[in-house]
């Protein structure tokens, strides 16, 4: 497959990136992007995680007029002329702290004010002085404090001309608080003494405080869970744009080394990076050599060696050289900013699916408060009197408060959260579950998802008559002292058999190999080449022993023991137990897989071999995975991938369903919509069948509460109901969604 990197790395001439505040849920970055797409020739999307709009426009508007359009739609709007304000998350934080102190306080204060409210309006005669003032006292930090947030999104949406489920949970939590107060102070009358519960109930003064306040609380929870959630959602950006250095180390003419903030970096610039450090940004090396671990950007498990012209990548680490890079690229031209995009644009997209209670807020609002205001007129026509009249329209906002429905997700979200972590999954969103729906197409990366993700030996081949035993410890000897990945497996190799001699007159030989003495004796390992320059003849059974090992896609190296080559060693990522069952059973669900890695064709046939997967896309860098699952999705498909890499994370966010390595690097793990802690890959197929499950246990709480919404509207308009049984039923509803969502704690795996 060809990729023109171009398009990633350049962005769009005439795009800008809005920074919107104000926005809560996925409601909200709907509304703002219907009103900036309503724009001549405007193309936006918005991300709800980051706050961020991505706008492409006509030359014939700026910036100015597109933040203007956003502050008309009711939110803040400014231009991002910098980076992304993405690692900044206290604004986040902030809103998930107040959320939770206002939750933490209703909490409190609304059982004593349930327990007194029904007794005070069913049982008059437990009436002490003061009782109006204990109950207005309880109620008041409840209604007003706590629920702010409610009454605010409710008016800045009236102000604007739109309704949504805030609207109706600010009209019915002020109406029944108002009409409490009515009742408390200035409606004082001996009430008759009235015999039997229900006709207690029935009867009872119109005191609905405890209605008001439960409201408050089942909705303040729901909105808690979805701030935790959002909180979550910017992970994979800020992981990524944690990964770029914020310093480094520039040379000037004379060559002395000054330190400076990335951001003054300019093109053309020569630049230090020591060992360990990382890649400040993409470049070429002038002077120097180096192994580098790429696998960030390319997924490729064996570091590479660069020198003198090679092209290197920002966000990569110099393992073990110094190098000096001159920089090809700065800011948002890099690689690594490119990357972020990726994710950025992946997110925005996946933001726009609003939860169906956003979705049928914008038709059953208008007509709940249409139905109360009705159920007030047509009982005051008939003569039934203000209490009434009052009591029937209050009970219609009231049986009609959507908290079940705002309880439907989150509920089975936090239940199956629980019950995915005791099999090794977290769910991290409703999105994952609404794409697990209809996945019929597995992408899995090799290195550290199919694979274990750090080399290991796998082969030892000796000439005739040498101890293997013995060459295997030498060798060992030798590599101890190098930093190399394959000398660190070959160590680790011979470790496991015993000590390892000691290893004296060490030399490393960047890019090519090592030379020492072991117990004495010159010993030298290496590539061809290595030997070619020592002058150290190489036996064909031992050159077709490595050909072959390259065949498999493995790294395989020469040893030498006193001027005589003896071995060929070869080292590769095995792949990880319970693979090939995990992908056996997702054929079984029906599932179609395929590999699709940055890693040479070789290696990555062979794993999929092993590992039962027929189609392999091999050699892809990170926009090259993007595209593989966008190509896959325009042919119909719905794609979930599984990886674990930096270089995954925009595969992760672009695929319907993201599924991460848990052990795996922080942009993946931000990336995907789950996270698999267990070490098998059994928990893929697991998480599929949970996703499933709660999605269903969601459907079915969406039906009960809306269609109990639905059921009880008209039987509150025929004044079946007073605003106390309203709020009872309402409670019973939600206790019926908080049940059914209990009842996933019994899922399990098929295994």
Not at 326 to 332: F, L, R, S
Not at 458 to 463: D, E, G, L, R, S
Not at 606 to 613: F, K, L, R, Y
């Given at each position: 497959m060809t990729v023109q990197n171009s398009t990633l790395l350049v962005p769009p001439a005439e795009r800008v990136r809005l920074a919107v505040t104000g926005m809560s849920c996925a409601s909200c970055s709907a509304r703002v992007e219907r009103a900036l797409n309503r724009l001549d020739g405007v193309t936006a999307a918005v991300n709800v995680a980051t706050g961020v709009a991505t706008v492409d426009v006509p030359p014939a508007l700026d910036a100015k007029q597109l933040c203007d359009t956003v502050i008309a739609a009711g939110f803040g709007a400014s231009e991002i002329t910098g980076a992304t304000p993405i690692l900044d998350t206290e604004p986040e934080d902030r809103a998930a702290a107040d959320l939770f102190r206002r939750l933490l306080v209703a909490l409190l204060l609304f059982f004593p004010l349930a327990d007194l409210s029904i007794m005070f309006a069913v049982e008059p005669s437990t009436r002490i002085t003061g009782w109006q003032w204990i109950l207005l006292g309880l109620a008041a930090p409840i209604v007003g404090w706590a629920a702010a947030p409610l009454h605010r999104r409710a008016l800045a949406g009236l102000r604007h001309g739109v309704t949504s489920m805030d609207t109706l949970v600010s009209l019915g939590i002020t109406s029944a608080t108002l009409w409490s107060i009515v009742t408390l102070l200035f409606r004082d009358r001996d009430p008759a003494p009235v015999h039997g519960v229900w006709n207690a109930i029935l009867h009872a003064d119109s005191i609905y405080l405890e209605v008001a306040g439960g409201v408050t609380v089942f909705v303040l929870a729901g909105r808690y869970f979805e701030a935790k959630a959002k909180r979550r959602a910017g992970?994979?950006?800020?992981?990524?744009?944690?990964?770029?250095?914020?310093?480094?180390?520039?040379?000037?003419?004379?060559?002395?080394?000054?330190?400076?903030?990335?951001?003054?970096?300019?093109?053309?610039?020569?630049?230090?990076?020591?060992?360990?450090?990382?890649?400040?940004?993409?470049?070429?090396?002038?002077?120097?050599?180096?192994?580098?671990?790429?696998?960030?950007?390319t997924g490729e498990s064996t570091p590479i060696e660069v020198g003198p012209g090679s092209a290197v990548t920002g966000g990569t680490v110099s393992l073990t050289?110094?190098?000096?890079?001159?920089?090809?690229?700065?800011?948002?031209?890099?690689?690594?900013?490119?990357?972020?995009?990726?994710?950025?644009?992946?997110?925005?997209?996946?933001?726009?699916?609003?939860?169906?209670?956003?979705?049928?807020?914008?038709?059953?609002?208008?007509?709940?408060?249409?139905?109360?205001?009705?159920?007030?007129?047509?009982?005051?026509?008939?003569?039934?009197?203000?209490?009434a009249a009052i009591g029937a329209g209050l009970a219609v906002l009231v049986i009609a408060c959507p908290c079940a429905l705002g309880l439907a997700t989150p509920t089975a979200l936090m239940v199956a959260s629980g019950r995915g972590a005791q099999l090794g999954v977290f769910i991290k969103g409703h999105d994952a579950l609404e794409a697990s729906r209809t996945v019929d197409t597995v992408v899995f990366d090799k290195t550290g998802t199919l694979t274990e993700g750090?080399?290991?030996?796998?082969?030892?081949?000796?000439?005739?008559?040498?101890?293997?035993a013995e060459i295997i410890g030498l060798a060992a000897g030798l590599e101890a002292a190098s930093e190399h990945a394959v000398a660190a497996a070959i160590t680790a190799h011979g470790r496991a058999a015993g000590p390892l001699p000691e290893v004296t007159d060490f030399v490393a030989l960047p890019g090519l190999g090592a030379r020492g003495l072991v117990e004495g004796r010159t010993a030298l390992i290496g590539r061809a080449a290595l030997f070619a320059d020592a002058g150290v003849p190489i036996p064909s059974a031992l050159a077709r022993q490595l050909e072959r090992e390259q065949r498999f896609g493995r790294t395989a190296v020469y040893f030498a023991v006193d001027g005589r080559a003896v071995a060929v060693l070869a080292v590769a990522d095995t792949a990880r137990p319970g693979a090939a069952d995990a992908v056996a059973r997702l054929h079984r669900l029906?599932?179609?897989?395929?590999?699709?890695?940055?890693?040479?064709?070789?290696?990555?046939?062979?794993?999929?071999?092993?590992?039962?997967?027929?189609?392999?896309?091999?050699?892809?860098?990170?926009?090259?995975?993007?595209?593989?699952?966008?190509?896959?999705?325009?042919?119909?498909?719905?794609?979930?991938?599984?990886?674990?890499?930096?270089?995954?994370?925009?595969?992760?966010?672009?695929?319907?369903?993201?599924?991460?390595?848990?052990?795996?690097?922080?942009?993946?793990?931000?990336?995907?919509?789950?996270?698999?802690?267990?070490?098998?890959?059994?928990?893929?197929?697991?998480?599929i069948e949970l996703a499933h499950a709660t999605l269903r246990t969601i459907r079915g709480n969406m039906m009960w509460a809306f269609g109990y919404n639905v059921a009880a509207v008209p039987v509150a308009m025929a004044g079946l109901l007073n605003p106390l049984l309203a709020g009872g039923a309402m409670a019973f509803s939600s206790l019926f969604v908080v049940w059914n969502s209990l009842r996933l704690r019994n899922f399990r795996g098929r295994g």
């Open positions: 992970g994979a950006l800020r992981a990524l744009a944690a990964l770029g250095a914020k310093d480094v180390t520039v040379l000037t003419r004379d060559d002395r080394e000054i330190t400076v903030p990335i951001q003054e970096l300019t093109e053309g610039a020569r630049f230090l990076t020591r060992p360990g450090e990382t890649i400040a940004t993409d470049g070429l090396v002038v002077s120097g050599s180096s192994s580098v671990d790429a696998s960030a950007m050289g110094r190098l000096v890079v001159e920089a090809g690229a700065v800011g948002a031209q890099t690689r690594l900013a490119g990357m972020i995009r990726l994710v950025e644009e992946a997110q925005a997209g996946k933001a726009g699916l609003q939860r169906l209670a956003d979705r049928i807020s914008g038709v059953f609002v208008p007509i709940v408060l249409v139905l109360a205001a009705a159920t007030f007129t047509g009982w005051m026509v008939s003569g039934a009197g203000l209490d750090a080399m290991t030996v796998v082969a030892v081949h000796t000439v005739e008559g040498e101890d293997r029906g599932l179609r897989t395929l590999l699709v890695t940055g890693d040479n064709a070789f290696a990555a046939q062979a794993i999929a071999d092993e590992v039962g997967i027929s189609e392999v896309i091999a050699e892809v860098l990170p926009e090259g995975k993007v595209e593989v699952v966008r190509s896959l999705r325009a042919q119909g498909h719905r794609v979930a991938m599984v990886g674990d890499g930096i270089n995954d994370g925009p595969a992760l966010a672009t695929a319907d369903l993201g599924l991460a390595i848990g052990r795996g690097t922080d942009v993946a793990i931000g990336a995907a919509d789950m996270i698999l802690v267990r070490e098998d890959l059994a928990a893929v197929p697991d998480a």
